[in-house]
């Protein structure tokens, strides 16, 4: 930084502490503009525009050999606070929740944000220009957790963000992660490992504001928190998981179905990416589960849907697959599995609305894998269900019945010894099934054909289950009264049958 710049900063600033520099004098240590720049962004919270232009002109013109050139404990803190101060010039002002922001809460933001991103970007800079001076690196590893809470915060689409924003967020993200020479945010977060990660140090910062009583005020925390945790994979989660379950408890219980859906994403991602041993221990997975399981009474179909999938992965972490089980000396005692199958089941036989029913038949298929030869304890309930699936429309894509059909050919799969009483049940929904699509004139060439071959597997698979029994009660039935398109179906199914029994 030239002489002449120093003089007319100082002028700017005000700087009172300090010896006025002649030309001739070497310039005063950089704290002493950093507590006065830090000051005026206080100061000033009505107009901080002036002085963040007064930190992008000073990062601009001072030299990195001077920037760095002072006591490393003293400078540090020095170039946190005035981090921290900037940042706050442009942080979403809070709001109570209950009563709603104002139309023009964060009109101002998204400028001042653009604005901190330039100071940011200017002190990131300097920090590359400085290579691999130790004082630099340590001033980068102290601001780093900061910058990078910033830029999550205004990266993502959200009332307190604009196009631009967004664009100097997302670079200033960039050369964070150029400046300190990661990878990614990943790799940022835990680095090679948890020693060398900012992990840690963003979890202080955020931790204060992870409360109940926090997240009444501060809404982009939560989306914060959210982005961070899901960028933490095995094994660097398991020792931050006291600090990270919590905080995924509370979003998982939020009254706005979109930040539940993120808290169960949250708890999903525990899940996956930690130790069953981490996740029994402290009884840390019946929380999950009880705080999961209550969703299932719920009618949002995004809610349910999201639960459904990580209570999928969840159960095997409280017992054992029920498929995965030998067949014990007496009969198997009903477990959560069953708990949550019959739930599943109960609301899915009673729902009218497409979302929902559209869910609950895309998730039935992964449960009945699941339970393997155990579904034969809720037959009665998918005796119910599946038929009252298979006749309803749901074109032009017909997803519904799709998976409906899906789950009938795990059933006659995994648990053919029963599914023989059920054949009076079975045969007529899926013959009538495979007439109603041969004359649906609304449908794709590609949904038929998809629906056809999967009533004809499980017509097959059907077969097999009752000895072969079903070809005769196929062979008589009059083509003349049927289309041509359902009596090749079926003749090819009575083929496959043959030749099945043959080969066995």
């Not at 950089?30 to 962004?41: G, P, W």
């Not at 000073?58 to 803190?77: C, I």
């Not at 964060?106 to 290579?131: E, F, I």
Request: net charge neutral; proline share 7%; glycine share 4%.
């Amino acid at each position: 930084m030239t002489m002449t710049n120093i003089l007319q900063l100082l002028d700017e600033l005000h700087v009172d502490d300090v010896d006025t520099p002649t030309l001739s004098t070497s310039p005063p240590p950089v704290t002493a503009f950093l507590s006065k720049l830090q000051q005026r962004l206080i100061d000033r919270p009505q107009e901080p525009s002036v002085p963040i232009e007064q930190v992008v002109i000073f990062f601009q013109s001072a030299d990195h050999h001077w920037l760095f050139d002072s006591d490393a404990e003293n400078a540090v803190s020095a170039y946190v606070s005035l981090v921290r101060a900037l940042i706050g010039c442009a942080s979403p002002p809070p709001y109570d929740q209950a009563q709603g922001a104002p139309p023009d809460h964060y009109a101002s933001v998204p400028n001042l944000a653009t604005r901190v991103c330039g100071a940011l970007q200017g002190l990131l800079q300097k920090v590359q220009a400085a290579g691999q001076d130790e004082r630099a690196l340590a001033v980068m590893m102290a601001v780093a957790p900061h910058v990078l809470i910033y830029t999550v915060t205004h990266t993502q689409k959200q009332p307190w963000t604009s196009v631009t924003s967004q664009k100097a967020a997302r670079c200033l993200q960039s050369s964070l992660l150029q400046a300190g020479g990661w990878r990614d945010s990943a790799h940022m977060l835990t680095g090679e490992s948890s020693a060398e990660g900012v992990l840690g140090a963003v979890l202080d910062v955020l931790q204060p504001q992870l409360t109940r009583e926090a997240w009444q005020w501060c809404d982009e925390v939560k989306f914060v928190f959210a982005w961070t945790l899901l960028q933490v994979p095995r094994p660097f989660l398991a020792p931050h998981l006291p600090r990270f379950l919590g905080p995924a408890l509370l979003l998982n219980d939020h009254h706005e179905p979109d930040k539940c859906m993120l808290g169960i994403r949250c708890l999903h991602h525990i899940v996956s990416h930690t130790a069953a041993s981490e996740l029994r221990a402290l009884n840390r997975a019946h929380v999950m589960y009880d705080a999961l399981f209550k969703h299932l009474y719920g009618t949002h179909a995004g809610v349910i849907q999201l639960t459904l999938r990580c209570l999928l992965d969840l159960l095997p972490v409280l017992e054992s697959p029920p498929s995965s089980v030998a067949a014990p000396p007496t009969r198997r005692r009903a477990g959560r599995h069953d708990d949550v199958l019959r739930l599943f089941l109960t609301h899915m036989e009673a729902e009218h609305k497409v979302a929902l029913r559209r869910v609950y038949a895309q998730e039935l298929p992964a449960y009945l894998q699941k339970m393997g030869v155990c579904t034969c304890r809720h037959l009665g309930r998918l005796a119910r269900v599946l038929p009252a699936y298979l006749e309803v429309s749901d074109a032009p894509e017909e997803v519904t019945r799709i998976n409906a059909l899906r789950a009938l050919e795990h059933i006659f799969t995994a648990a053919w010894p029963r599914v023989a009483c059920g054949v009076k049940t079975w045969l007529p929904c899926l013959l009538r099934l495979l007439v109603d699509t041969a004359s649906e004139p609304g449908l794709s060439p590609s949904v038929t054909q998809e629906l056809t071959q999967r009533v004809a597997r499980c017509l097959v698979l059907l077969d097999a289950a009752l000895d072969g029994r079903l070809q005769c009660a196929l062979k008589q039935v009059d083509s003349s009264c049927c289309s041509a398109e359902v009596a090749r179906c079926l003749a090819a199914v009575t083929t496959a049958t043959e030749s099945h029994s043959h080969w066995t």
